[in-house]
Nanobody, 126 residues
Framework: DVQLQASGGGLVQAGGSLRLSCAAS????????IGWFRQAPGKEREGVSC????????SYADSVKGRFTISTVNAENTVYLQMNSLKPEDTAVYYC???????????????????WGKGTQVTVSS
């Protein structure tokens, strides 16, 4: 049973940092595609960052490049998103998602994820 649980959100001032965690179970994060998505009030969900399953390369939305870093600690079966230089427009509910090899995200891990966890709220004040 694949399960994902995101945590680490909170309230931070613009320019500050947060680290989100996603605890995974039912699969190994070093094998699946794994990533982070977010949804702001009144907006559609968007991909933030992910690790592709076919080559373990990382992908980032243009809006977060140079500020956010995705990583895994395989011994913990946990995925992290380090968020630096936060901006008010980063305010959103952040979701962890995963997809098995040869799944819908095979060619682009920012699209086609199958499994989704519950989100964690990130609020950035100006």
């Amino acid at each position: 049973d694949v399960q994902l649980q995101a945590s680490g959100g909170g309230l931070v001032q613009a320019g500050g940092s947060l680290r989100l965690s996603c605890a995974a179970s039912g699969f190994s994060v070093d094998n699946y595609a794994i990533g982070w998505f977010r949804q702001a009030p009144g907006k559609e969900r968007e991909g933030v960052s992910c690790i592709n399953s076919f080559d373990r390369s990382t992908s980032y939305a243009d809006s977060v490049k140079g500020r956010f870093t995705i990583s895994t600690v395989n011994a913990e079966n946990t995925v992290y998103l380090q968020m630096n230089s936060l901006k008010p427009e980063d305010t959103a509910v952040y979701y962890c998602a995963a997809d098995p090899p040869l799944g819908g995200s095979w060619f682009n891990c920012l699209d086609g994820m199958e499994y989704w966890g519950k989100g964690t709220q990130v609020t950035v004040s100006s």
